[in-house]
């Protein structure tokens, strides 16, 4: 195992959280994945700085996660250090009709100070439980909107420890992808523009779209949102359904009955259990559709 003593004095230095052992489980919406060595909860740039400089130099392995909501781990764990970007890391401010934010804050804070300084552009995120920096990193998106439609700039260190800011036109934001997605790159924080609203309207349109959610998704199970990217033409949940795979399970995952391009953990399932429902959807889609699923869930392991 290595040492991480190094790793926690400096977490120390800036009065940060520091867990050993910790199961990621608690950390993801899957709640499934096992212990890492450490976790390190981010509670300002210069701490996230240091910590990659001293990971880089010591080779350290780190990981870099936000609110968990995208990430399938392994039940064997992380060997390596966590840099858990969340709510220690969240403020939000507003300057006009821009929003800066750090990248720890949820999309459901940032949505609450949109409505409460009637600004408009943002009401599609809410319901998506991630991070800012989750969000930019996967492009998220939802009934019609994308995060590249309100993002101006962003701020990330790179695997030397540097800051930089990149502006939207070189983030390459597209359909779940961004400049972030092939990059061991950490994003501290992230400016939006929205445009002024009407307080009553924004309200509307975020309650309308969480009932929608509340609805149309099986919420009362932990998961990881949609499995599958939308294939070319087409949607991955309509695919799996003509397929005859509702419910189709393994162990204690499932495809969802009530939306099939969700798997559920239903019952306490592990990593193989889903990883064996991802193998049937996909063997049989391609089979019956000749269409290849390709996962939006990302694997951390
Ligand atoms: C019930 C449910 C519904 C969902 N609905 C939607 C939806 O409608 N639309 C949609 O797009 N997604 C949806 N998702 C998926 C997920 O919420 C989004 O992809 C979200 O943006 C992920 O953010 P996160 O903070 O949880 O990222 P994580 O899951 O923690 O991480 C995802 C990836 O981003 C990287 N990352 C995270 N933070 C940073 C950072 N600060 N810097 C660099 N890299 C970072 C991680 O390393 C990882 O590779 C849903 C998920 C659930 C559980």
Known sequence: MNDYSILEQTAGKYGAVVLKNEPMKNHTSFRIGG??????????????????KQCRENDIKYYVVGRGSNI??????????????GSDFGSVRVDGEYIECNAGASLAAVCAVALENELTGLEFAYGIPGSVGGAIFMNAGAYGGEMKDVVVSCRYITEKGDIKEIPLEKMELSYRHSFFSERNL?????????????REKIKDRMDTLMERRKDKQP???PSAGSTFKRPEGDFAARLIEVCGLKGTACGG???STKHSG???????ATFDDVMGVVDIVKQKVKEQTGVTLECEVLIMK
Do not use: H, R, W
């Open 253 to 255: 995952a499932e495809v």
């Open 186 to 198: 950490c994003i501290t924080s992230v400016k939006m523009k929205l445009t002024k609203g009407e």
């Open 219 to 221: 919420l009362e199970y």
């Open 72 to 85: 399938l781990v392994c039940d064997e764990g992380l060997q390596g250090v966590v840099l858990l970007i």
């Open 35 to 52: 212990p890492c060595d450490v976790m390190i909860k981010i509670n300002c740039e210069a701490l996230l700085c240091e910590l990659i």
């Open 262 to 268: 969700f798997i559920i953990n239903k019952d306490n």
